[in-house]
C-alpha cells in the first residue's frame, strides 16, 4: 500500500519568509495529492491540491509542485504571517483508495 | 451543505471497556473514513467505508472495527480498550470516483484511564 514520509516534522520561520514542506509517496500509481492545515482545536481542513496531470498549482500565497519521477511533491507558502502557524499534511491516492497522509508538520510564525 | 459531524466529542472510558463512535456524512457523500490521530503519528487511517461495504483497511488490529448504514451513517468501534487507544478520532466523507477531496469531521476525543 502507499506509505508517504514528510519533513521536517517542525519549522520555525520570521513572519514574511517562505516554507516549504516535502513529502514523498512510494505508490507510482498515484495521482492525488492533497494537504490540509490543521489549527489548533480543529478539523484538518483542505488548502490545495494537485493531480499527477500538472507540475505546478498556485492559489495566492501557496503553492504546490510535483515531481512523478521523483515521487515527490512539496508545499510552499510565501511571505508567511502568524495565522499560517499551524500542522499542515501531505497525502496521497488514486481512485478508490485510501487517502493516506504523512505524519505533520508544525509550522510556527513569529512576528 | 452541513459539514461532517461526529458524536460523541468527548468521551472517557476505563481499560476493557469498549466504545461506540458515530459519524454522519456531508449529504450525498457517501464514503466514510475514520482516522486515528495522535501526537507524533499523524493522521493515521484505520477503515473506509462505501455503499455499506468496507473498501479499504488500515493496519490496526481487529478490535478496532466498523459499518456503514444505508444512509452511509457509519459507526467506529473499539472493544477492549488499551491505553494506547486515547486518541482524537476523525471521520471523513467523499464522494467515490474522480473526486477525491475528502472533508473531516471534528472528532471524538477518546480517553482511555
Known amino acids: 500500500g502507499e506509505n508517504v514520509e514528510q519533513h521536517p516534522s517542525t519549522l520555525s520561520v520570521q513572519e514574511g519568509d517562505s516554507a516549504v514542506i516535502k513529502c514523498t509517496y512510494s505508490d507510482s500509481a498515484s495521482n492525488y495529492f492533497p494537504w490540509y492545515k490543521q489549527e489548533l482545536g480543529k478539523r484538518p481542513q483542505l488548502i490545495i491540491d494537485?493531480?499527477?496531470?500538472?507540475g505546478e498549482k498556485k492559489d495566492q500565497r501557496i503553492a504546490v509542485t510535483l515531481n512523478k519521477t521523483a515521487k515527490h511533491f512539496s508545499l510552499h507558502i510565501t511571505e508567511t504571517q502568524p495565522e499560517d502557524s499551524a500542522v499542515y499534511f501531505c497525502?496521497?491516492?488514486?481512485?478508490?483508495?485510501?487517502?493516506?497522509f504523512g505524519k505533520g508538520t508544525t509550522l510556527s510564525v513569529s512576528s | 451543505k452541513a459539514g461532517v459531524t461526529q458524536t460523541p466529542r468527548y468521551l472517557i472510558k476505563t481499560r476493557g471497556q469498549q466504545v461506540t463512535l458515530s459519524c454522519s456524512p456531508i449529504?450525498?457523500?457517501?464514503?466514510v473514513s475514520w482516522y486515528q490521530q495522535t501526537p507524533g503519528q499523524g493522521l493515521q487511517f484505520l477503515f473506509e467505508?462505501?455503499?455499506?461495504?468496507?473498501?479499504n483497511k488500515g493496519n490496526f488490529p481487529g478490535r478496532f472495527s466498523g459499518r456503514q448504514f444505508s444512509n452511509s451513517r457509519s459507526e467506529m468501534n473499539v472493544s477492549t480498550l488499551e491505553l494506547g487507544d486515547s486518541a482524537l478520532y476523525l471521520c471523513?466523507?467523499?464522494?467515490?470516483?474522480?473526486?477525491?477531496?475528502?472533508?473531516f469531521g471534528p472528532g471524538t476525543r477518546l480517553l482511555v484511564l
Open positions: 494537485i493531480r499527477s496531470n500538472v
Open positions: 449529504s450525498g457523500h457517501r464514503s
Open positions: 467505508y462505501f455503499s455499506e461495504t468496507q473498501r
Open positions: 471523513a466523507s467523499r464522494t467515490w470516483g474522480d473526486q477525491e477531496t475528502q472533508y
Open positions: 497525502a496521497a491516492n488514486q481512485a478508490g483508495t485510501a487517502l493516506i
